[in-house]
């Protein structure tokens, strides 16, 4: 058992190794058949390449009771005009779902509209963003991702100004960090829009712990914590084990908490806990750069990898 846990934790840090190499990433984009069958695969991760298919799969998710949160994928976009392209993407896809009546979450990273290359820039279209959102008639949020821990300072700025004209701009926190505690303190004097996450990046022994029993303690301490704070929590987590405990604690029974879970992860766990009337938000990807994406998916829970075969295979059958 132990020599599979380690192989497991072994894989998961390589595939996330993987995901961060350009140059396979590349490959794969150039490599139409190797680029169609991993896509068969991100499909039950990813809506769809289009900002059309995330907003019909949005419709159809509302439809059935569920919160929306939609991302149009990217990060670490190091040039400038493709950095304004994803913010224009982005207001586009708010105007979609104001015409839609979707009340949605729009979730982004600071990387896509410009961190890579300028702290201001970031800054500068959030914004823009932020201001288009105010014009359309639905309730919009914006919501900014965490990345790497080297950019956790910059991104906790960005955010700290930007939140301080917009109250709809929530920030996400990744409880594998062991700065994460002070940050939360930080934010403790202004109740905010905050999602809690374990965290997907590799990061150095230094900085984080690794997915164990100590990061899912910390992980409820946390999300505790944020509630009683008055933050508006997105207790964002696939465990069973600590939404089983976020039951039994009551933490739902505050009214600022939901639970949110990725979507094509855990279905039949969102499902159930929608049926017994708690809210659930479903995060709903779409875009090109699904490759990391997928990458992500299968590093957090390595049993994915045979999912993703079979969908590759069924398909191609």
């Known amino acids: ?83 304004e392209a994803a913010a224009a993407e982005m207001k586009a896809l708010i105007q979609d779902l104001g015409r839609a009546g979707l009340p949605a979450r729009v979730s982004f990273d600071l990387s896509h509209i410009g961190l890579s290359l300028d702290k201001e820039l970031a800054y500068s279209h959030l914004m823009d963003v932020a201001a288009y959102a105010g014009t359309v008639e639905t309730e919009m949020e914006l919501f900014i991702s965490m990345e790497e821990s080297s950019k956790t300072e910059e991104i906790l700025s960005v955010y700290a100004r930007a939140a301080a004209s917009y109250s709809n701009i929530g920030i996400t926190l990744q409880a594998h960090l062991n700065r994460t505690k002070q940050d939360l303190e930080a934010l403790a004097a202004s109740p905010r829009r905050i999602r809690i996450v374990k965290g997907a990046y590799q990061e150095p022994e230094d900085r ?74 479903i995060y709903l990807p779409y875009g090109h750069e699904w490759y990391l994406y997928l990458c992500h998916r299968i590093a957090e829970y390595p049993p994915n990898l045979y999912r993703a075969v079979i969908d590759i295979v069924s398909k191609r059958i």
């Open 208 to 281: 984080a712990i690794p997915r164990s029993s100590a990061l899912n303690e910390r992980y409820l301490e946390l999300v505790e914590s944020a509630i009683r704070q008055g933050h508006h929590v997105s207790i964002a987590t696939h465990d069973e084990g600590i939404v089983d405990e976020g039951l039994k604690s009551r933490w739902l029974a505050y009214g600022n908490a939901e639970f949110e879970m990725l979507y094509g992860i855990r279905p039949e766990l969102g499902s159930k806990l929608k049926a017994a009337g708690h809210p659930v938000r």
């Open 1 to 83: 058992m132990q020599y599979e846990l380690n192989l497991e934790k072994q894989f998961s840090a390589a595939l996330k190794s993987i995901a961060r190499r350009e140059d396979l990433k590349t490959y794969v984009e150039r490599t139409p058949e190797l680029y169609m069958l991993l896509q068969q695969a991100a499909s039950r991760y990813v809506t769809g390449e289009t900002r059309q298919e995330g907003v019909a799969a949005s419709r159809r998710l509302a439809a059935e009771g569920y919160k929306i949160s939609i991302e149009y994928i990217g990060e670490n976009t190091t040039d400038a005009d493709e950095c």
